[in-house]
């Protein structure tokens, strides 16, 4: 079974704070797929990252960057130097292939000015 | 290079009454999918195309829905005579076959249906 756990409900930062969302998940595929998807009050959702379960290097881009861990299951999310403008929910998402996506429930980012 | 579109934007409708959205995929995606969204939840698959073939369907898709991709391009996704359970938002997604590697998704802005 596939799954995907986001344990934080609501996260509420100072601008200019670092912050980490947590994503944890289930599967027992040896190949699949990890995203990070941004939902702003606009209601779109926004492509972030994606990560290949092959490769577990973690990268920096700009203020993201991510932590892949299969041994624990783990892909986590970190925003340097909040902005007001990263305020939004926040979905992790697992996937195999091109076949459809199981998304987490979700972190509500604050950041407040 | 234009994103995903979706039809209508906001759909409001009486209970019993039928409705149809529209989704347009990024041109030479070959693959669409459709999902739904409730309020304070994470997207949930309903079911998804590759060019106009429908290859697989959630469990969430009962027989009131139902959804098609004439000629690989658009989708439309009917609900008939709905229910507010139906309420939620409906989010459309393509994605070009050609990596899995690169197989991430491009989201709509979805269809918001409200069911009184």
């Known amino acids: 079974a596939q799954k995907v756990t986001q344990a934080q409900t609501e996260i509420s930062v100072v601008e200019k704070e670092d912050v980490t969302l947590d994503c944890v998940y289930e599967?027992?595929?040896?190949?699949?797929?990890l995203f990070w998807y941004k939902q702003p009050p606009s209601g779109e959702l926004v492509f972030l990252i994606r990560r290949n379960s092959f490769d577990e290097q973690n990268e920096i881009s700009g203020r993201y960057s991510w932590n892949f861990q299969k041994s624990t299951s783990s892909f986590n999310f970190t925003i340097t130097a909040s902005q007001v403008v990263d305020s939004a929910v926040y979905f992790c998402?697992?996937?195999?292939?091109?076949?459809?996506?199981?998304f987490g429930s979700g972190t509500k980012l604050n950041v407040k000015p | 290079d234009t994103g995903v579109s979706q039809n209508p934007r906001h759909k409001i409708t009486k209970r019993g009454q039928n409705v149809t959205f529209r989704c347009d995929p990024i041109?030479?995606?070959?693959?669409l999918y459709w999902y739904r969204q409730t309020l304070g939840q994470g997207p949930e698959f309903l079911t998804y195309?590759?060019?106009?073939?429908?290859?697989?369907k959630s469990r969430l898709l009962s027989d009131r829905f139902s959804a098609e991709r004439p000629k690989g391009s658009f989708s439309t996704l009917e609900i008939q005579r709905t229910e507010q359970g139906d309420s939620a938002m409906y989010l459309c997604?393509?994605?070009?076959?050609?990596?899995?590697?690169?197989?991430?998704?491009?989201f709509g802005p979805g269809t918001r249906l409200t069911v009184l």
């Open positions: 998402a697992l996937g195999r292939g091109f076949n459809k996506f199981y």
């Open positions: 997604a393509s994605s070009f076959r050609w990596q899995a590697r690169y197989n991430e998704q491009f």
């Open positions: 195309f590759q060019n106009e073939a429908q290859l697989e």
């Open positions: 599967t027992r595929d040896t190949t699949y797929y």
């Open positions: 041109s030479e995606h070959n693959r």
